[in-house]
Every structure is written in structure tokens, then in C-alpha cells.
């Protein structure tokens, strides 16, 4: 059953329940003292005449006395132990209660009869007669005009209920909707965002009552933990191909060289070897870092004194030989520097990239020092960067010019990792270009320790 139903079945029933309870109750209560009441009275009543009885019977004949008092709608009478009468008076219109075989009673009797469908009261007191015999004397009054009230009080009291239950069943309905409409709205907007397959929130301004808040707050916190969790998702997957091409290529062009040439030149097998197998471990440290970045944690690095300008000469060859293009690394031999191996050819593999897909001749790596840091230029002459572009480019997938890259097979991600990266070395990165002449991507690292 839905909840609105629900609600309105439970308020309306539990209302219209408490409702007749109510005015059963008020009808019984009602009916039971008018009739006590009536008892009351007509005990009043012969308790006068038989006082008037007791002062006067020498004087009076005891027949004038009971016309004296006949009640209007009854009978009054003083009943012998033989059960015949000393005198008996009935009121014009209860003439048939004359007819009513009568009982003797040895003492007080008080009690509610129903005589030919009539209701009466009838008391019966038994009193000193003169003679000295004991007589009752007795009345009984019509008590229809009571009886007629009590009805009545009944028919009105229905006619409220079945009057009063009309706008409980609206209200109930309108309350009904009244809880369920913001659950009904929320519901709404939850299918919306389902159907549209997007992240969204709910808003929550136009809902004021408290639970649903709370619901509505939990869904939308639900919503970013999944969005995020998402975003994590994607963000490993293009992060871990965007790291994974260029080992991939190297090795496969290596492999590709070996299969041609391998077996007549020796020197260039070992060349190869080197490089695949050092490739390999490096795309499964990439792995294992890219995949501790999606959990969250930090990068992991191994900080060591190396020599710079023989990381570099290293790099470059294999990147020579892996796309066929002219670089020279120009600068000092002896440079040490306190770095991550790992990270640092992550960074050179970057700008190398985009040095050899933005540009055609020479590319030229200087590598230097000052005082406190150590320079490495990455130097191309290619298409360079427009210079409102260059302070975007570390953004996320931001291109200077899409066709053009997605031509080279790019996405956009290679700056943004590479400041990731160089953050995490304690490193800088700057980049100064020329439309049309040429870019300079400058490193500067943390001297040895
Ligand atoms: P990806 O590196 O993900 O394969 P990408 O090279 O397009 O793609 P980034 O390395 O982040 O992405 O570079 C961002 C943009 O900056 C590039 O699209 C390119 O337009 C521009 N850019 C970067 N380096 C150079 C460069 N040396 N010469 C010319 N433009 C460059
Ligand atoms: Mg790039």
C-alpha cells in the first residue's frame, strides 16, 4: 500500500473511531441521567403524597387524595397485600395502565418498566394504612417526553458524526499530500538524475522539513563520494595511458629494430635490451604509482644524488632512437642532482614529447647550474604557444588548438602530470614560446645533497 494511502486509512479510521466513541459515550451518558432523573422525581413525588396521605387520611377520602395527585401522565394507586385496590387514578391519556395487573411489595422498589411499549418510571413505597395494614402506595409515570429527547439526542449526535467524518476524510487527504508531496518531488528529481546519468545534486532550498533535509543531504553526499569516485576512475585510466604510450612505443619500436637488424649488429641488441627491459620496469612502477594516486595516497618517491647530464644523455637516446629525430644535449658532464630517477624521465619523456610533436628540426636539451638549482632547457623550434594560451596549459586537458593535437594523438594531460610530478620532486617547471619560432620548457631541481 503506498504511504499516502497508508496515511490516510490510519488518520481517518483512528478519527472516525475516536468520533463515535465519543458521542456513544455522550449518548449513554446523557440517556442514563435523564432517566435516573425521572426516578429521582417520581420518588419525590410519592414521597409527598404519602406524607399528604399520612397527614390527612382521616379527613380526606383516600381517592380525592390520589386525584389530588395523579401524576399527568400516569397512574397513582394504593394497593392492599390481596392485591385489590383502595383507590387507583390514571391520568386521561395512560387510561390503559389501569388494565396492568399490579404486584405487592414488602418494600421500596424504584425501577424503569416498559408497559405496552411504553417506558415508565414506577416506585412503590409501602406506608401505614389507617386501619393498620400496610398498603403500598404506587406511581407510575409515562416518561415518552424523556424517551423523545433521548432519541432525538441520538439522531443528532449521528447526524454530527456522519457530518464531522466528511471533512475528516479531506483533511486527512490534504495532510496526506502535505507529507508526501516534498517525498513525491525528491522522488522526481532523484529519477531525473537517474535518467540523465549525470552526477547532480538535489536543491534543497524550497524543503524546509527536517527529515527531508537530512534525506536530501545524504543523497547529494552520496552523489559526490560517487562523482568523485568516478572522476578518481577516469582520471586513473587517462592518466595510466597517457604515461603508458610512450614506454609502449619505445619498446615496440626497439623490439621492431631488433627484428630487422638485432642479429647483424650486436651492439645495437644490447641498445635494445637495455632499453625495453628498463621500459618494462619502469610502466610497472608507473602502474603501481598511478593506481596509489587513484586510492588517494602520495606519490611515492625514492629521493637520491644522481648524475643528471648521464639521466638525460640516456633519455634522449632512447628517444632518438625510438622517433627518428635530431636532439643534442648541450652543457656540463659532472651535474649531480637530488632527485627521483623514475620521475624525472616521467618529466623529460613529457616535454620531449611535446617537443617532438610540436616541432620538426633540432631539438636541443642545455643542461646547467647555478648556485642553488640546477637548470635543464628543453628546446624546440617548432609551432610554439600563443601567449594567451601559455598560463592554461597546465590546466587538464586543455589543448592550444585541438585539431592540431588530436592529431598528434593527444589529450591534453602531459603538462598537468608533469606539475603534479615536478611538485611532488620539489621542482619547478617554466615555459616561455613563440608563435612560429619555437618553445623553451625550463626544469629546475634541488642540487645534490
Ligand atoms: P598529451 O601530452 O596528453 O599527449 P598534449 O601534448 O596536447 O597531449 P600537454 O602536453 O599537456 O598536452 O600540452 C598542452 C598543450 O600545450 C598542447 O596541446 C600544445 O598545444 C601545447 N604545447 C605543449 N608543449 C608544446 C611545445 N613544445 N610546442 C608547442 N605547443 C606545445
Ligand atoms: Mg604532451
Known amino acids: 500500500m503506498k504511504l499516502r494511502n497508508k496515511i490516510n486509512l490510519y488518520t481517518s479510521v483512528l478519527f472516525i473511531v475516536l468520533l463515535i466513541l465519543m458521542n456513544t459515550s455522550i449518548y449513554f451518558v446523557f440517556s442514563h441521567l435523564m432517566k435516573e432523573n425521572e426516578l429521582e422525581r417520581a420518588q419525590a413525588e410519592v414521597d409527598k403524597v404519602a406524607l399528604a396521605i399520612g397527614s390527612a387520611a382521616d379527613r380526606i377520602a383516600p381517592s380525592d387524595l390520589l386525584r389530588a395527585n395523579v401524576p399527568v401522565d400516569g397512574m397513582i394507586q394504593l394497593l392492599k397485600e390481596d392485591l385489590t385496590s383502595d383507590g387507583k387514578v390514571t391520568s386521561p391519556s395512560e387510561e390503559n395502565l389501569g388494565a396492568r395487573t399490579s404486584s405487592f411489595y414488602q418494600g421500596e422498589v424504584r425501577e424503569l418498566m416498559t408497559y405496552e411499549d411504553s417506558l415508565y418510571v414506577f416506585v412503590s413505597i409501602p406506608i401505614v394504612w389507617s386501619d393498620g395494614s400496610v398498603v403500598n402506595l404506587q406511581v407510575t409515570n409515562s416518561i415518552e417526553s424523556t424517551e423523545e429527547m433521548i432519541r432525538i439526542l441520538a439522531i443528532v449526535l449521528i447526524v454530527i458524526t456522519v457530518i464531522i467524518i466528511i471533512p475528516t476524510l479531506v483533511s486527512s487527504r490534504i495532510l496526506s499530500n502535505l507529507i508526501i508531496e516534498p517525498i513525491r518531488t525528491m ?26 533535509v537530512e534525506m536530501g543531504e545524504t543523497f547529494n553526499h552520496m552523489m559526490s563520494l560517487l562523482k568523485t569516485n568516478y572522476e ?28 630487422r637488424r638485432g642479429l647483424e649488429r650486436p651492439d645495437l641488441f644490447e641498445e635494445s635490451i637495455d632499453a625495453i627491459h628498463s621500459e618494462a620496469i ?38 632518438q632512437t625510438t622517433y627518428q629525430r635530431e636532439m643534442s644535449v648541450l652543457g656540463d658532464k659532472q651535474i649531480v642532482g637530488y632527485t627521483d630517477i623514475q620521475k624525472l624521465k616521467q618529466l623529460l619523456f613529457i616535454f620531449l614529447d611535446n617537443a617532438r610533436k610540436y616541432s620538426e628540426e633540432l631539438i636541443t636539451i642545455h643542461v646547467g647550474q647555478t648556485a642553488n638549482e640546477i637548470i635543464i632547457q628543453i628546446e624546440d623550434r617548432g609551432i610554439g ?27 591534453g594531460l602531459g603538462l598537468t602530470m608533469a606539475k603534479d610530478i615536478a611538485g611532488a620532486l620539489g621542482a619547478r617547471i617554466q615555459i616561455s614560446s613563440k608563435e612560429n619560432e619555437g618553445t623553451i620548457v625550463t626544469l629546475y631541481l634541488q642540487k645534490e645533497k
Open 187 to 212: 522522488i522526481n528529481t532523484m529519477k531525473d538524475i537517474q535518467k540523465s546519468g549525470q552526477f547532480k545534486q538535489l536543491k534543497l532550498e524550497d524543503t524546509t522539513e527536517g527529515e527531508l
Open 385 to 411: 604557444i600563443p601567449q594567451d594560451d601559455l598560463p592554461k596549459v597546465f590546466d587538464r586537458f586543455y589543448q592550444v588548438d585541438q585539431a592540431r593535437s588530436r592529431k598528434q594523438g593527444g589529450s
Open 282 to 319: 619502469r610502466m610497472r612502477e608507473l602502474t603501481e604509482q598511478l593506481l596509489s594516486i587513484a586510492r588517494h595516497e602520495q606519490w611515492n618517491i625514492q629521493m637520491e644524488n644522481i648524475n643528471i647530464t648521464e639521466l638525460i644523455e640516456d633519455t634522449v637516446n632512447t628517444f
Open 232 to 259: 578518481k576512475q577516469e582520471q586513473f585510466v587517462s592518466n595510466a595511458s597517457h604515461e603508458l604510450r610512450t614506454p609502449l612505443t619505445i619498446i615496440e619500436n626497439y623490439a621492431d629494430l631488433l627484428k
